[in-house]
């Protein structure tokens, strides 16, 4: 299976703008496109959505805990069928615009808070499947977790990802921050092709966790994400 590279993008708001999303596209395979709940609006939505379009690229949606203030990096107590319901209402927004330019919804992956609680909680993964079940797309998410667990046993093809410039603290869990600081892209790279090569995640500590990378994910609000982009997906090229 060749490794794609995938990027949280589209998510700007009104006036505010966050990333090189015009830089990035045209390097990247698949966008996960933010759906309003965390960042982004209508018209935000619809650019983005352009944009892959004209690059050919593959559009995501990228549902969150409504937690704009937070970027939705703040943790909520939510049951199944409100986690179930929020992505729903999400991912049908952002199929609307999909539609709007003769396009079709790649996948789910879920963003920030919602990703690691549904990495770690089962009602809340079974809850991200029920949505799934709605517009039968596959799931991005971590092996090793509650991702892996649930989508599989709910019969959902399961795309294993891999961060690139995030990092993965003793035993592999992926450390969540409310601010993303720029990375080392030639480290970043070099991470990547032990991830795909050797199926081995890299800690902070230098340690390593077992992996299976068939997508690489890189974030728009990473300060020096555009420079990363173009470090891994050249590192890449021979699985890419």
């Known amino acids: 299976m060749a490794v794609t590279l995938n990027c949280d993008m589209g998510e700007g708001f009104g006036l505010y703008k966050i990333g090189d999303d015009e830089g990035i596209m045209p390097l990247i395979d698949v966008a996960n496109v933010a759906c309003g709940f965390h960042a982004s609006d209508p018209d935000q939505m619809r650019l983005t959505v352009r944009r892959a379009?004209?690059?050919?690229?593959?559009?995501?949606?990228h549902p969150s805990l409504p937690d704009l203030q937070g970027f939705g990096r703040r943790e909520m107590k939510m049951n199944r069928e409100?986690?179930?319901?929020?992505?729903?209402?999400?991912?049908?927004?952002?199929?609307?615009?999909l539609?709007?330019?003769?396009?079709?919804l790649n996948h789910i992956k879920p963003h920030g808070s919602l990703y690691h609680m549904a990495g770690r909680q089962e009602e809340i993964a079974q809850g991200i499947c029920d949505a799934a079940d709605i517009f039968d797309v596959?799931?991005?998410?971590?092996?090793?977790?509650?991702?892996?667990?649930?989508?599989?046993?709910?019969?959902?093809?399961?795309?294993a990802e891999y961060y690139a410039d995030l990092?993965?603290?003793?035993?592999?869990?992926?450390?969540?921050?409310?601010?993303?600081?720029?990375?080392?892209?030639?480290?970043?790279?070099?991470?990547?092709?032990?991830?795909?090569?050797?199926?081995?995640?890299?800690?902070?500590?230098?340690?390593?966790f077992p992996v299976r990378c068939e997508t690489i994910c890189i974030h728009s609000d990473t300060p020096n994400a555009?420079?990363?982009?173009?470090?891994?997906?050249?590192?890449?090229?021979p699985w890419h």
Not at 53 to 61: I, L, N, P, R
Not at 82 to 97: H, M, P
Request: net charge neutral; aromatic share 6%; glycine share 12%.
């Open 82 to 97: 409100e986690v179930a319901n929020l992505v729903i209402y999400q991912v049908g927004a952002l199929v609307g615009f």
């Open 167 to 208: 990092d993965y603290a003793v035993g592999g869990t992926l450390i969540l921050t409310r601010e993303h600081d720029a990375k080392d892209p030639s480290l970043a790279a070099e991470r990547c092709i032990r991830a795909i090569k050797d199926g081995q995640g890299t800690c902070i500590d230098e340690s390593l």
């Open 138 to 159: 596959p799931l991005f998410g971590m092996t090793g977790t509650m991702h892996e667990t649930v989508y599989r046993a709910r019969g959902k093809t399961f795309v």
């Open 226 to 237: 555009l420079d990363i982009t173009r470090t891994v997906r050249d590192a890449i090229a």
């Open 99 to 104: 539609q709007a330019e003769g396009m079709t």
């Open 53 to 61: 379009k004209k690059h050919g690229v593959q559009v995501g949606a």
